[in-house]
Every structure is written in C-alpha cells, then in structure tokens.
Nanobody, 123 residues
C-alpha cells in the first residue's frame, strides 16, 4: 500500500502559476513511477504528466507541454508538478498516482491514487 497526499491546489488567475506536491508513505517510493492526472467536471480523467522512478524519463500530455514540469525528490518521497502559464481549461481536480510500471502509468493505469486537490484558474 502506498498512501499519497496532495497539496498546493487553489485559485489562480489565468497566466499565473501554481505548484502541487504529493508526499508518499508506505512502500518504498523509489519503486514507483509517479504521475499527475486531472479530471474536470463532465470530462474524462486524463494523465497530465508522469515521471520514472529515477526521474530520467518524463511524459506530458500535449496540452501542457512547455507549461508544466513534473519532478521528484526521492529523499523526501515527494513528487511535484509546477504549473506555469495556467489557462482556464486547466481547471480540474488533480490527482497524484503511483504505479511500479511507467508504461502502464502513461496508459492511465494507476495502482495507488491520492484524494485529489482542486485547481481553479479564473479568466
């Protein structure tokens, strides 16, 4: 079991920035690839970004490339999502997700999920 706790969501104006954090506890953090997913009202959940256990490989959905950055600190059992140049369409609940297989994670298969944190971007 991996417990994931997100923090850092909130309300921001379009063009602004927010940073999300997700602290993991339980099983060994470095065994897991990590990702951020999001779900907007009335829309399907989508993967936003993912990172391998070492941080050596990352994945981004096209809509956030160049604006969002995923990173991790294995010493702190934490994964981050830095979001810049935010747009109203980024408004969603953001979830931290873990899977010990990066390829499954980017196919939207998660083993462990956080509770989510709301990000709202006003126009």
């Amino acid at each position: 079991q991996v417990l994931l706790a997100e923090s850092g969501g909130g309300l921001v104006q379009a063009g602004g920035s927010l940073g999300l954090s997700c602290e993991a506890s339980g099983r060994t953090f470095i065994n897991y690839a990590m990702a951020w997913f999001r779900q907007a009202p009335g829309k399907e959940r989508e993967i936003v970004a993912a990172i391998t256990w070492s941080g050596g490989n990352t994945y981004y959905v096209d809509s956030v490339k160049g604006r969002f950055t995923i990173s991790r600190d294995n010493a702190k059992n934490t994964v981050y999502l830095q979001m810049n140049s935010l747009k109203p369409e980024d408004t969603a609940v953001y979830y931290c997700v873990a899977n010990n297989n990066f390829n499954l994670l980017i196919r939207k298969i998660g083993q462990f999920w956080g509770q989510g944190t709301q990000v709202t971007v006003s126009s």
